[in-house]
């Protein structure tokens, strides 16, 4: 287990997403990296405002993109409500965020908005639907980059945490592989701020928790994955995802990231071995790849998701939740908390969900 408390490790969780998502505002999407070279210099170190014509032009460096923006709303709502309500992160969104957008790309708080965010305005504002209809079939990142609040909030009670992320994420997005993904993802994420490390093991211990009930993936495998004895099969568990594949890519990767033999240099190239752009098979791979190798690193890990270029917000997002979990907030360097907007105030809602979730050790 991880030697930083658990409110420290939570609160480390938040602060590193709002970080990732900050870093990465100037440099967003740049798949020509010579392009991102000759604007931001050969290593991105700190905060930078994007440049003009570029995504998110006008804003200054150090604030949050939409993504950082519909977190700390979750945030909020997840203090205020002392957890996951439903009806409070809806009424939210549509009367604190959806009046800010008009449906269209650059529009709105933080520069631009997503495509399952645009779906989900044009559903509920223009076509008043309900919410249980609203979520479209987007493959990107979006909705893990805010439910990663959740999993910290229920790091300590996994069945609760498969159960509010997946709610919250089938609101914007509803393909049965991201919504897989995304729970895997934050499952992952719960078990850092645990305490527990993203190593060999951890898929095992995964594969524990869908066996007890408490991760709802389907599996009949026996141990490391092996056939199921005979008549095991009736017994097998039967969850709302078709398959645990979503949880066994984890350890692998870890394990690839010790390897002497396997390398990829510089780190942020990683961006290269598993792709460039936005969708979660490209996104969720990386993160865990940089948040293995720089375990005890929170800049290291969050500047190579940074430098890769492509969708890098979403890359530096989860990669820093997961190496905030894993330092703690105590290990994030001082000037990346001291240069990112609203930092007081971020920090104190972090620290009070963190105060939540320890409440219930």
């Not at 006008?58 to 996951?84: F, N």
Request: hydrophobic content about 40%.
């Amino acid at each position: 287990m991880s030697e930083h408390s658990l409110q420290d490790r939570a609160a480390g969780a938040l602060m590193g997403a709002f970080i990732g998502d900050a870093l990465a505002l100037g440099p967003h999407w740049y798949y020509d990296l010579d392009e991102l070279h000759a604007d931001y210099g050969n290593w991105i170190s700190g905060y930078t405002a994007p440049k003009a014509g570029r995504y998110h032009a006008g804003l200054k460096a150090g604030q949050s993109s939409q993504a950082g923006v519909l977190l700390l709303l979750t945030l909020r709502s997840l203090v205020e409500c002392g957890g996951y309500d439903e009806a409070d992160f809806c009424r939210r969104m549509d009367e604190d965020f959806f009046p800010l957008i008009d449906g269209t790309p650059l529009s709105g708080p933080g520069g631009y908005t997503s495509q399952s965010i645009r779906e989900a305005w044009r559903q509920r504002v223009e076509q008043k639907r309900s919410w249980e209809q609203v979520g479209g079939n987007a493959d990107t990142t979006e909705a893990a980059e805010r439910v990663l609040a959740i999993a910290i909030r229920y790091a300590l009670r996994p069945k609760e945490l498969a159960s509010a992320v997946t709610r919250n994420t089938v609101l914007t997005q509803t393909d049965g592989t991201v919504v897989a993904m995304t729970v895997a993802y934050a499952a992952v994420l719960g078990m850092l701020v645990e305490g527990h490390a993203l190593d060999g093991e951890l898929t095992g211990k995964l594969m524990e928790r869908v066996k007890s009930g408490q991760l709802p993936f389907h599996a009949v495998t026996s141990g490391k994955l092996q056939a199921p004895r005979p008549g095991e099969v009736e017994a097998s568990t039967a969850g709302r995802f078709p398959s645990p594949d979503a949880l066994l890519s984890q350890s692998s990767i870890a394990c690839a990231a010790m390897d002497p033999d396997i390398r990829i240099e510089p780190a942020w190239k990683v961006s290269q071995v598993y792709g460039m752009p936005c969708a979660v098979y490209h996104q969720f791979p990386a993160a865990y790849y940089l948040a293995a190798r720089f375990a005890d690193d929170f800049e290291s890990a969050v500047l190579h998701a940074v430098n890769g270029g492509g969708q890098n917000q979403a890359r530096a997002i989860l990669t820093g939740a997961l190496a905030g979990a894993q330092t703690g907030l105590c290990g994030i360097p001082q000037r990346f908390l001291d240069g990112l907007e609203n930092s007081a105030e971020l920090i104190l809602l972090a620290e009070r969900l963190a105060e939540q979730s320890v409440a219930e050790s």
